[in-house]
Every structure is written in structure tokens, then in C-alpha cells.
T-cell receptor, first 115, second 115 residues
Framework: AQKVTQAQTEISVVEKEDVTLDCVYE???????LFWYKQPPSGELVFLIR????DEQNEISGRYSWNFQKSTSSFNFTITASQVVDSAVYFCALSEAGSNYQLIWGAGTKLIIKP | DTEVTQTPKHLVMGMTNKKSLKCEQH?????MYWYKQKAKKPPELMFVYSYEKLSINESVPSRFSPECPNSSLLNLHLHALQPEDSALYLC??????????????FGPGTRLTVT
């Protein structure tokens, strides 16, 4: 069965610290897609990244980086030099090739960045 | 322009009222979604329209009635709601060609309170 686990319910760090959000997934499909979304207090979900199962290359975008490891079924997200504006709930999600628009969501990790 | 708009931002309605939520996108996307999100939970998929046809209905009660007048617009008609239907209702869109692999773009949501 498909499943996404974000074991960290809430993380609190001081501004400028690095922080890693964990995401572990389960799927039987060989073709699947992984996503990260950010939901700030305003409520709008913001797409951050998509990775397909055949591309294990790590991705860096500014202060954000993602580490995809099929061997451990993980797709972790690191924020370097965190800022107060990074405070949000972050969701990891999985879709399988045959699922036709369905996303399996993790429970989300609430990230609090203190000034 | 990666924007999905939703109106109204907030809605308070009684259990006997009829109201509608509206969603619009101008990105040329061919798939549009309605999600329901309760506090501290991930979004729950309600409906998916693909190329203006209802593609997925996640066993949503008939007091929620979706409508897709054209490829840019999506409505959610509400009638005889229950207090437990109070939630954030999110609209999203995606290109629609790739199904599972397409990232979804979300609107800011309508915060609905049923009294």
C-alpha cells in the first residue's frame, strides 16, 4: 500500500540554523513521483519540487535542497540558513503512475523559525 | 502567471443555506481539483475534473455539487451543509496531460464556517 510518513510533527529552530525535514514513502510501483509543498499561515499550498522515481539526482534551489534516496525510500528536504519566512507547514506527497491525479499526502511538518 | 484564484476568502453559512465557491485559473491547465482541509491535517481530495469532465469523485456527500463550466472555471455548490463541513476548501489545477506526474497549483482557499 502507498504511504508517506513525515515523522516530525513540529520542528522549532532559531533563524539561520539549518534544518532537515524528513519524508519516507512506501510504494510498490516502479514509476512514481514525489512532491514537496509549503503551506504558510495564509493557507495557500505552494508547490516546491517534483521528483520522478528514475531521477535520484539531488536538487538545490537557493537555500533549499532535496535528497532523494531510493535505497531508503526517503525524500528529505533541507533548508540552509533558515529565515522567519520559512515558517510554515511542509507536506511531502507521493503519486503513482497509475493513480490518475491522486496524491498520497504525509501528515505534514510544522516548521517554526524563531528570530 | 501561475495563479489560481478563489472566491470568497471567507464564508459563513447556516445549515439551510445554498452557496457556491468559485475557482478560476488562466494557466491553460486542463485538470482542476477541489480539496477539503481540516486544521492540522493534509488536504483531502474531493473531486477532479479532467478536460471539463468529472474524473474523480471521492465519495463526497451530495450536499457538495461540483461544476466545471469551462476549462478555466470550477465551482462548488453547497447545500444543507453540516457543522462538520467547516474547513478550508482549496482549489487546484494542473496541466492535466500527465495525470499523476503533474504538479498541482493551489489557490488561497475559502475558509468555510457552517453554523
Amino acid at each position: 500500500a502507498q504511504k508517506v510518513t513525515q515523522a516530525q510533527t513540529e520542528i522549532s529552530v532559531v533563524e539561520k540554523e539549518d534544518v532537515t525535514l524528513d519524508c519516507v514513502y512506501e510504494t510498490r510501483d516502479t514509476t512514481y513521483y514525489l512532491f514537496w509543498y509549503k503551506q504558510p499561515p495564509s493557507g495557500e499550498l505552494v508547490f516546491l519540487i517534483r521528483r520522478n522515481s528514475f531521477d535520484e539526482q539531488n536538487e538545490i534551489s537557493g537555500r533549499y535542497s532535496w535528497n532523494f534516496q531510493k535505497s531508503t525510500s526517503s525524500f528529505n528536504f533541507t533548508i540552509t540558513a533558515s529565515q522567519v519566512v520559512d515558517s510554515a507547514v511542509y507536506f511531502c506527497a507521493l503519486s503513482e503512475a497509475g493513480s490518475n491525479y491522486q496524491l498520497i499526502w504525509g501528515a505534514g511538518t510544522k516548521l517554526i523559525i524563531k528570530p | 502567471d501561475t495563479e489560481v484564484t478563489q472566491t470568497p476568502k471567507h464564508l459563513v453559512m447556516g445549515m439551510t443555506n445554498k452557496k457556491s465557491l468559485k475557482c478560476e485559473q488562466h494557466m491553460g491547465h486542463r485538470a482542476m481539483y477541489w480539496y477539503k482541509q481540516k486544521a492540522k491535517k493534509p488536504p483531502e481530495l474531493m473531486f477532479v475534473y479532467s478536460y471539463e469532465k468529472l474524473s474523480i469523485n471521492e465519495s463526497v456527500p451530495s450536499r457538495f455539487s461540483p461544476e466545471c463550466p469551462n476549462s478555466s472555471l470550477l465551482n462548488l455548490h453547497l447545500h444543507a451543509l453540516q457543522p462538520e463541513d467547516s474547513a478550508l476548501y482549496l482549489c487546484a489545477s494542473s496541466q492535466g496531460r500527465g495525470g499523476a506526474r503533474d504538479e498541482q497549483y493551489f489557490g488561497p482557499g475559502t475558509r468555510l464556517t457552517v453554523t
